[in-house]
């Protein structure tokens, strides 16, 4: 009854920004009247948002930008410039608040905060092995830190009592809790 298509692109430029364009597409498998936008063919675009987001090696955001090719209600694309409020925001641990307190929940839009966090994710895969890739694993430049990295207790594989943090940051790890 519904089809939903996320796809996020990761990019290095030239400048030595990263970028991550992400976009969102919902369908139905069935033709359909629309109150706005008239007669509607299975499969045409009830959303079609798509944003990109430069970021510095910080994971501070230095453009922002979003189209809505496709929205359900002609109000829809007013959000557009809304985007801009996050320039000069960082990517990391609160982020979807950032996003809330930024763009707002009356003032945005609800599709477009959930391809921001998306976008997020994709960011920190973009740059997990780091602007030189060599072949060697991710972690390899990140095994002496002194400070915890975001994603050490972000999930289960990640959590501080599990056998990953004890092998790769076991300076970070913490004992197992006793099963009950």
């Known amino acids: 009854m519904h089809r939903r298509t996320v796809e996020c692109q990761g990019y290095l430029r030239d400048d030595g920004l990263w970028e ?14 629309d109150r ?25 955001i230095r453009e922002a930008e ?15 410039p ?7 925001e960082k990517i ?7 996003v809330r307190q930024k763009i707002g929940r009356l003032e945005g839009c609800t599709h477009l905060s959930e391809l ?20 060697g694993d991710s972690l ?16 289960y594989s990640w959590r501080t009592d599990g056998p990953i943090v004890a092998e790769i940051f076991p300076q970070f790890a913490t004992k197992p809790k006793a099963n009950r």
Request: charged residues 20%.
């Open 20 to 33: 991550i364009e992400a976009r969102l597409v919902d369908t139905k498998p069935f033709a359909m009247q």
């Open 66 to 80: 979003t189209s809505m090719l496709a929205t359900p209600y002609p109000t829809c694309i007013h959000v557009q």
């Open 92 to 98: 990391g641990k609160g982020w979807r608040e950032v």
């Open 36 to 60: 706005f936008r008239g007669s509607m063919q299975a499969g045409d675009p009830i959303h079609e948002i798509c944003l990109r987001l430069a970021i510095d090696d910080e994971m501070t």
């Open 140 to 155: 390899d430049s990140r095994t002496g830190l002194t400070e915890r990295p975001y994603f050490v207790n972000g999930c």
């Open 116 to 135: 921001l966090a998306t976008a997020a994710t994709a960011l920190f895969q973009t740059m997990s092995y780091g602007k030189s890739p060599d072949g």
């Open 82 to 88: 809304l985007l801009a409020r996050l320039v000069g």
